[in-house]
Structures are given as C-alpha cells and as structure tokens.
C-alpha cells in the first residue's frame, strides 16, 4: 500500500475517541507516520477534526489559530470537575429560578471579546505540568484570564428537567469562537453568571476555519477504504481554502523559494497568506505584517 498523498484529511471524529486516537489510525490508514492534527477535540466531543497529511503537517500550525464554530448542549443548575459531563459533580444547586430571559441576557454578556479563565483541566501548563494533571491530583488550579472573541452564541433550545428531584435547564447553543476559547468555560461561566452552576452535556465541532462538517468523512468511512488513497484535499487546495492567496509571478516564486524577501501585497495583514506559483503550486505560507514579506515556511525550493 503506497503513502497517501500531501494534503489534509478533514475527519468527523466519534465520540469517546481522542485526538491522538484517530491521528494514530489515520497513520495506519495514510501509511505513513507524517500526521498531525490541528487543535484537540476532548473525548466526549464529536465533529471536525483536520489532520494533516506529509508535508501539510506544515499547515497546522496555521489552520489552529482559525476560528471554529460548534453547537452544545449546557446543563444549568449543576458543575463538574471537569466543566463537561465527563467530570464528577461538585455542586449542585439546580435551576429553578433560571428564566428564560435571564438565559438570554448572560448569552449576551457573554458574548463579542471577553477575558476567560480557561477550564482547570486543560491541556494549559502550570510550572511545566500540565493543567489537568494538578486538578486531578485535587489541587486547586489557578489559571489567569486570557482574552478570547465569542463572535456568535446563539440560543436554539431550552429545556427544563428533573434529575432525582433537582430542576435542572438544557440550553442547547451554537458559537462561534477564537482559537484558545474553551467552550466547557462558557457553560461554566453561563452557569455563574445565573446564579446557579453549569456544564457541558453534549459538544460537536461542525467548522475549522475553511472546513466544515460537509468536507469530513466518518472514521468508519475511512475504514471501509482501507488498502486504497484516502481522500485528502491536495496541499494547494487546502490552503486556498483556509487562508487568504497571494499570486507569485516566477521570479517571485524563485525568490521565496531561496528563502529571500519581498515586498509585501499587504502591509500590516495579520493572517499569514498562501503563495502560489504560476502552476499552482503552493510555494510557501508568508507573513506580510511588515512592509517586506518573510516566509513562515517554504513548500518549494526554488528549481535550477
């Protein structure tokens, strides 16, 4: 079985899988180690995840800064460990003063540009440890407030329900969100802001950047193809898709490609840009912030 070709392979992730789970089945089905994936999915979450496949690998590093959209279900009137229904509870003072437009109003307070505290089990690093393993050791987990863009936090269902006598709201959303927005940091801070507590019940990522549900395949899917070329999106389509195109002429081309600099399309962009050459061809990814270009990473050497 030959190696699948550069390029990403955007995957629906199933539930009860990790990250790394599915990066280590698609090596087996990409025959080849060269696979990354391009910001984490917690186990109970389901949706797009985007692998990168040999030297898209190079990409990833980008594609996490993009922003993502998800739909949730928050659970009010109980907090976990965890901030997500994967967690023991911790307290439980039910919902049943929670109105519906109390609901709405801490949507709206929660949203545009707000500072988070992230979740305390979190892949963050605490003094070189991370964050998740100090919380389950039952250390209390002081993580600073970081600034973060709710962009979308729109409210589709409500729900009101009865566990063992403790009135409880299911607030089934949709967000949009910067990258390095913990959306089990939204219930729990919805949850406060109401006075009560809150969780995540149900969590699924239906875009990164450029990719959304209807470019992921089910890792099922993938299995039933096993032995032939998964379907990765080529290296120079994917990066059209998820960032902005700068057009080399072949002089340009051939002077990115020698690692040199030119000036920038843009000045004072802060999204990186895919350059291509006049066949197509991905050359490099550049940051145009400054008045000349520089590349972050080349993907064609200049030929002779």
């Not at 990354?36 to 979450?45: E, F, I, Q, S």
């Not at 540009?113 to 919380?135: C, E, L, M, N």
């Not at 990719?211 to 120079?236: C, H, K, N, W």
Request: hydrophobic share 40%.
């Amino acid at each position: 079985m030959s190696e699948t070709a550069d390029g990403l392979l955007v995957v629906d992730k199933p539930r009860d899988w990790t990250s790394h789970d599915v990066v280590a089945r698609a090596r087996r089905l990409c025959n080849t180690r060269k696979v990354g994936h391009a910001g984490t999915l917690d186990p109970m979450a389901t949706g797009v995840l985007v692998l990168g496949v040999g030297r898209a690998t190079k990409l990833l590093t980008f594609l996490v800064g993009c922003d993502k959209d998800y739909t949730a279900t928050i659970r009010l009137g109980q907090s976990t460990l965890t901030d997500d229904a994967e967690g023991e509870v911790t307290s439980a003072p039910g919902a049943s003063d929670v109105t519906d437009d109390a609901i709405a109003a801490a949507v709206a307070r929660l949203t545009g540009d707000i500072q988070q505290v992230p979740s305390s089990v979190s892949a963050i690093k605490v003094k070189g440890q991370r964050s998740y393993h100090r919380a389950r050791a039952g250390e209390d987990v002081d993580l600073p407030a970081r600034p973060v863009t709710v962009s979308h936090f729109g409210i589709r269902d409500v729900r009101r329900t009865d566990v063992d006598g403790l009135p409880l709201v299911d607030v089934d959303v949709e967000v949009t969100v910067s990258s390095g927005t913990y959306v089990r940091a939204l219930a729990r801070d919805l949850g406060v802001a109401l006075g009560s507590a809150g969780h995540l019940t149900a969590l699924r990522r239906t875009r990164v950047g450029g990719f959304g549900l209807d470019t992921a395949y089910p890792l099922s899917a993938l299995e039933e193809r096993q032995g032939e070329p998964m379907p990765v999106i080529p290296l120079a389509d994917a990066a059209r898709a998820a960032f902005a195109a700068r057009e080399l002429t072949e002089a340009e081309a051939r002077t990115i490609g020698y690692g040199q600099r030119l000036p920038s399309a843009e000045p004072g962009r802060t999204e990186p840009v895919a350059a291509f050459g006049p066949d197509g061809a991905l050359v490099a990814m550049l940051d145009e912030t400054k008045a000349t270009a520089r590349s972050h990473v080349v993907f064609a050497p200049a030929s002779s």
